[in-house]
């Protein structure tokens, strides 16, 4: 018996449900790292996209319905894989002067796994004839865009430039 072949939107059912987990996993994430982070400007940037994130999830869900499908997650390992990274900077680092250095990379690795989804799915959302879907997912690539330039502008001038410093 001949397997059904799998489609582009077969594809794009997928990746939205591993986006829908990651957006999860990172909402759960963000107030442990805002917490940990010794720069106000750092804390207050992941308090931001907290906010964020969560109508991100709102938009995610609307996506979803447009597709004619429930919102489901699943378990994204590359985001699970990202996340256990930050957990040790926030372990291995806790306190030490390049904690926050290293919790803007892992903020960043997340933001960049983010932008290729987003793009991707609103490219695939085209080929799909999912208009108000790619208006959806192109406003939360735009939001992820600007929260990664934020975190480089964070990093270079205040929690890299910390990070070379001796706290005593």
Avoid at 1 to 20: C, E, I, N, Q, W
Avoid at 25 to 40: D, E, G, H, V
Avoid at 59 to 83: D, H, N
Wanted: charged share 30%; aromatic share 6%; glycine share 4%.
């Amino acid at each position: 018996m001949a397997k059904k072949p799998k489609l582009l939107s077969d594809l794009f059912h997928d990746t939205l449900k591993d986006v829908y987990f990651a957006e999860k996993k990172i909402l759960a994430t963000l107030p442990k790292m805002a917490k940990a982070a010794q720069s106000p400007e750092l804390s207050a940037a992941f308090v931001k996209h907290h906010k964020e994130t969560t109508v991100q999830i709102k938009r995610l869900e609307r996506v979803f319905k447009i597709f004619g499908k429930k919102p489901t997650a699943k378990k994204c390992e590359a985001i699970m894989g990202i996340t256990k990274e930050g957990a040790e900077i926030m372990s291995e680092y806790k306190g030490m002067p390049a904690l926050d250095a290293g919790l803007a990379a892992s903020a960043q690795a997340v933001e960049h796994y983010e932008i290729s989804r987003y793009g991707t799915l609103s490219t695939w959302a085209k080929e799909l004839g999912l208009k108000d879907a790619v208006t959806l997912l192109d406003a939360t690539l735009k939001e992820e865009k600007a929260t990664d330039a934020a975190l480089s502008t964070l990093a270079k001038s205040v929690v890299n430039v910390e990070a070379e410093q001796d706290l005593q």
